[in-house]
């Protein structure tokens, strides 16, 4: 199971440090957050203790009306699970009672001044993304008119060329040789780099060339939502490519179904826009239109004349 420390998050979001700063060292392992709010009343049969607990204005407030003998004995409630923090938003100030306890316990107490809301879409979707499932392949990642692609086959075929193709048509580039795959959730599959490779592109005879440098910021993306697998294959004279093929065909990464096309080159053919062609006729099929099933109905419909 993947994890992170309580200090890759306070260094992330500039956290202050409020107590248990030697306990900085804790795992995180759970991709969300958790607001305590049953919890307070002393319910605690589903409570996620591995998550990061967030404290707004709503919890704290609570906190604020009860007794000091009533507070001590919640908050110690809570306490007792060992959480991996507790954070505290929106610049809250009269919280010396947590700060006691977090303490006595050595768990981390940090505090940001954002609001609670905008706080845990960020928290969460950065813990979602760096605690992810993931693996890597040996591929090219390019995000053609907003829809994620891989471009796979064998070593020289002529990926990166094709990618370099795509860019000077005004495409992104996301990565090159390693792409880094993420499982986000049960349908969504994000491709990213390496951090050692980004914003580089590999052409043979040329080198290395610095994609962002050459061609500006707009170029290139960190990351993309993949929907796409394309494998560029050698020409085969007597294989038979069927255009009129209505049964899709999938790649399994992460245990995810991502429609795969294979695309043989050939010398003279323009690889770049049939992938353009390629992205444009999914984006149709989400809409709910599929050109060979149009074609096949019409044939069915002149054949009942």
């Not at 306990?23 to 605690?44: A, K, N, S, W």
């Not at 609570?62 to 809570?78: A, C, F, K, P």
Request: proline share 4%.
């Amino acid at each position: 199971m993947k994890s992170i420390n309580v200090q890759s998050i306070t260094d992330k979001f500039q956290l202050e440090v409020l107590a248990g700063a030697k306990r900085m060292d804790r795992e995180i392992t759970r991709p969300q957050t958790h607001r305590p709010g049953l919890e307070f009343v002393g319910y605690f049969d589903f409570f996620p203790m591995e998550r990061v607990q967030v404290l707004g204005r709503k919890e704290i407030n609570y906190l604020l009306t009860l007794s000091v003998e009533d507070r001590q004995l919640h908050i110690g409630n809570i306490v007792k699970y060992h959480p991996p923090c507790f954070i505290v938003t929106s610049g809250q100030q009269e919280i010396p009672y947590l700060t006691m306890f977090c303490d006595q316990e050595g768990i981390p107490l940090l505090r940001t001044a954002e609001k609670t809301t905008e706080f845990i879409a960020k928290l969460d979707s950065y813990l979602v993304k760096t605690l992810a499932q993931e693996m890597s392949i040996h591929a090219v990642c390019v995000n053609v008119a907003g829809i994620g692609i891989l471009l796979r086959g064998k070593s020289g075929i002529g990926k990166s060329e094709t990618a370099h193709s795509l860019i000077r048509k005004g495409h992104r580039f996301v990565a090159d040789d390693i792409v880094v795959l993420k499982k986000l959730g049960p349908a969504t599959l994000l491709g990213t780099h390496n951090e050692t490779t980004r914003e580089f592109l590999a052409l043979r005879s040329l080198g290395l060339i610095n994609v962002v440098r050459q061609y500006g910021r707009m170029a290139f993306q960190d990351e993309t939502r993949i929907v796409l697998d394309i494998e560029l294959s050698p020409w085969q004279e007597n294989s038979l490519n069927n255009e009129l093929e209505t049964v899709p065909k999938f790649t399994e990464y992460l245990g995810i179904q991502i429609p795969h096309i294979e695309i043989q080159l050939q010398p003279g053919r323009d690889v770049a826009s049939l992938i353009e062609a390629a992205a444009n006729s999914w984006s149709l099929k989400q809409l709910g239109y599929s050109a060979a099933e149009e074609f096949m109905q019409r044939i069915e419909n002149k054949m009942q004349l």
